[in-house]
């Protein structure tokens, strides 16, 4: 399980200011204190005080993988307090601002309170992560539905399980040769996500994956065409 301990080595896997390594390390101990949650038997009505964040080893390898691939167009299921979307716009906007380009991440969140808090620790981290989010608040199977990037190199599955595949399939035929999709706790929660397996697992669909041993299991596909 990770803790505390695991705050300091995240950090030093990320390119930061001082200011956003700071909000980074008082979100992640805020969010380690909680006791863990996961969202693959009901709505998330329980979970409305609590971050529900990426593990932070595993915001280490997301931010990691986004820079390796130079991905510049992000999408986030399941926003929560904002922590998780702090690495991907970190991500984002470095790779923009090197190819000298656009990006942004598409964040959701369908509880207000929570969204309102996003947006406080975004702006705790200053213009380096603020301005290369767009959140959108409500249903993420209406508020997905239009105004998506003609490619996303990146789909961020950290949400309900039972949204999980209804979010690929409206991010689906926008997803460039290369993009990543990634899961939380595909192992642990595997019976959740079953619809989500079997549709990344049919040939027809264009998947390739792996299960990273990260705690709960992380999942990494590859869409490499049809």
Aim: proline share 6%; net charge negative; charged share 20%.
């Amino acid at each position: 399980m990770p803790g505390l301990s695991d705050i300091e080595p995240t950090l030093a896997s990320v390119k930061a200011s001082p200011q956003v390594l700071q909000v980074l390390r008082d979100l992640h101990t805020k969010a380690l204190s909680e006791a863990p949650f996961l969202g693959s038997t009901g709505p998330t009505g329980g979970a409305l005080e609590l971050f529900v964040a990426l593990d932070p080893d595993k915001c280490a390898l997301v931010y990691l993988l986004l820079r390796s691939t130079g991905a510049r167009f992000v999408v986030e299921a399941g926003t929560s307090f904002g922590l998780s979307t702090i690495y991907l716009a970190l991500a984002v906007g470095q790779n923009a601002t090197l190819q000298g380009s656009q990006g942004k991440v598409i964040a959701t969140e369908n509880e207000p309170s929570k969204a309102a808090k996003a947006r406080e620790h975004w702006k705790a981290a200053g213009d380096e992560i603020e301005k290369w989010i767009e959140l959108r608040e409500g249903d993420l199977r209406e508020t997905l539905k239009t105004d998506l990037p003609h490619q996303i190199d990146f789909l961020l599955l950290d949400i309900w399980c039972p949204l999980a595949l209804p979010t690929l399939t409206l991010i689906h035929p926008h997803l460039k040769i290369g993009a990543m999709v990634v899961a939380d706790n595909t192992i642990v929660a595997a019976d959740g996500y079953k619809d989500l397996l079997a549709y990344l697992e049919d040939p027809a669909n264009g998947f390739k994956m792996t299960t990273a041993p990260y705690s709960g299991g992380l999942l990494i596909a590859v869409y490499v065409g049809k």
